[in-house]
């Protein structure tokens, strides 16, 4: 009996044009970024790291300020703590600077960077996808980028019908076939094609079959359902609520310090909550409101709503400073609370 071919195999039997016509479509169609127009390592491992979790547009306006601010891993490694994270204020997972600089202070006084994906791998804050795009990028590694781009675009081009948990469960069925994909004589361009394909032409909704440079090789595009790939399954959003304060006194304003070991936004600046400022939530939130404000972390919906309190005085409990409002620029606010403050204080001069 013969087995019915599928799309799966019928793409990596067409792998090489496939490759091709990928190549030829970004070589003509890629955007001219800063981090694609320098191929320092250097700079592909920043970008890198700046990228996890980030939109291009947002990268964009910080890759510059750092590479001048520290053009180099020894430039990196040497730089305090407070330096790095200044220059990260506001691309937030503050976890990938530290990473990045412990990452830059081993690499710093070595002999030579890894080559190899495994190699960096075994580097602070480096996962499999950012290994294998530093890899690809900057020493022609075979190595396959997955991200959820790439799984949304593998998935329509097989018409892959797997309901997945998350996206991470996605990445790892959908490896082998990336790695069957990847271009060896031109990895990092392959890799990057695939990105760009996913961000630009290959979208969440309404993907731009039309243009597509590899439309002929796809079932989705074929069936007209493209949008039904890849198939998640719905995830659970819990709702959370916060109540933080806004005191204020003689020209400062009370600020949580978030512990030097915290695992999350250790060292930055934050509006207290009124458990850390030490009053009670219940009667803090009745206190005028000086705004809400909802934002969205990994699965959880939280509300942060932000009253006028008076702080009883004496000594502050831990982690509690009073900063000036003219200071406000010079330490290192998370960026949602930056942003917060600024609107608060701006409505208030308005
Ligand atoms: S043809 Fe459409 S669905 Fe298929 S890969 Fe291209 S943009 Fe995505």
């Not at 976890?95 to 580097?123: D, I, M, T, Y």
């Not at 998935?155 to 996605?170: C, I, V």
């Not at 030490?278 to 009745?286: H, K, N, Q, R």
Request: proline fraction near 7%.
């Amino acid at each position: 009996m013969t087995r019915k071919t599928s799309a799966r195999d019928r793409l990596v039997a067409g792998r090489a044009e496939f490759r091709d016509a990928l190549l030829a479509w970004y070589r003509a169609a890629r955007r001219p970024l800063p981090w694609r127009e320098s191929t320092s390592a250097y700079g592909t491992v920043v970008s890198e790291f700046m990228l996890q979790q980030t939109r291009v547009a947002t990268v964009l306006t910080y890759f510059g300020r750092w590479m001048s601010a520290l053009p180099d891993f020894a430039a990196l490694a040497a730089a305090p703590e407070a330096t790095v994270l200044k220059l990260w204020e506001g691309l937030g997972y503050y976890s990938r600077a530290r990473n990045l600089h412990r990452l830059a202070k081993s690499v710093a006084p070595a002999p030579e960077l890894p080559r190899s994906s495994g190699g960096w791998r075994e580097l602070p804050g480096v996962g499999p996808y950012t290994a294998a795009a530093i890899a690809s990028i900057a020493f022609g590694e075979a190595s396959a980028c997955v991200d959820g781009n790439v799984v949304r675009i593998l998935a329509r081009l097989t018409r892959d019908g797997t309901a997945y948990r998350d996206s991470a469960s996605a990445s790892r069925a959908f490896s082998p076939l990336a790695q069957e994909l990847v271009n060896p004589g031109a990895p990092g361009d392959h890799n990057q094609a695939m990105m760009e394909l996913g961000a630009t032409v290959c979208l969440r909704r309404r993907p731009s079959c039309l243009i597509c440079p590899v439309r002929g090789f796809c079932a989705a595009a074929k069936a007209g359902d493209p949008e039904a790939y890849p198939r998640l399954e719905p995830r659970r959003i819990e709702r959370r609520s916060v109540v933080r304060v806004w005191c204020e006194r003689r020209g400062a304003v009370l600020l949580h310090r978030n512990a030097p070991g915290a695992r999350r936004l250790a060292d930055l600046h934050e509006l207290p909550t009124a458990q850390q400022a030490g009053l009670d939530p219940a009667s803090a939130s009745t206190g005028p409101l000086v705004a809400r404000r909802s934002r969205g972390i990994t699965r959880f919906r939280i509300v942060e709503s932000i009253h006028s309190a008076r702080h009883p005085g004496g000594r502050l409990g831990p982690g509690l400073v009073w900063v000036r409002l003219g200071d406000l620029d010079s330490i290192a606010l998370s960026g949602p609370h930056r942003r917060w403050m600024t609107q608060i204080l701006s409505a208030r001069n308005a």
